[in-house]
């Protein structure tokens, strides 16, 4: 599969972004699909993950509250709504997709287990 992720921007604190990732390839909705950033100087750390079906989502705690992410399979697509930005969310976020199941819910937070990765989008929010 391959990941286009898009929708980053400057914003100021407290504002709102919308990020999209869509995917090619094979069946969307075969894949969990997760959101994982990367500060300058600072290792990638995940943000949010949603399983095939929508039904389970995981969120880093830094963004419960502030962030939601969903899916449209029909549009093979997966959105990262950010609401309430702050400073320390200024990063690159990364879209990534794995096909293998996840059998334990620290699975979805863990960035070894998706093999597919999108290109990136920058995110900085000024204060």
């Known amino acids: 599969v391959q990941l286009q992720a898009s929708g980053g921007g400057l914003v100021q604190a407290g504002d709102s972004l919308r990020l999209s990732c869509a995917a090619s390839?094979?069946?969307?909705?075969?894949?969990?699909m997760g959101w994982f950033r990367q500060a300058p100087g600072k290792e990638r750390k995940f943000v949010a993950a949603?399983?095939?079906?929508?039904?389970?989502?995981y969120y880093a705690d830094s963004v419960k509250g502030r962030f939601s992410i969903s899916r449209d399979n029909a549009k093979n697509t997966v959105y990262l709504q950010m609401n309430g930005l702050k400073p320390e969310d200024t990063a690159v976020y990364y879209c990534?997709?794995?096909?293998?199941?996840?059998?334990?819910?620290?699975?979805?937070?863990?960035?070894?287990?998706?093999?597919?990765w999108g290109q990136g989008t920058q995110v900085t929010v000024s204060s």
């Open positions: 390839g094979r069946p969307f909705s075969n894949y969990v």
């Open positions: 949603l399983s095939r079906s929508g039904g389970s989502t």
């Open positions: 990534a997709a794995e096909d293998r199941n996840m059998y334990a819910s620290s699975y979805y937070s863990d960035q070894h287990e998706y093999s597919y």
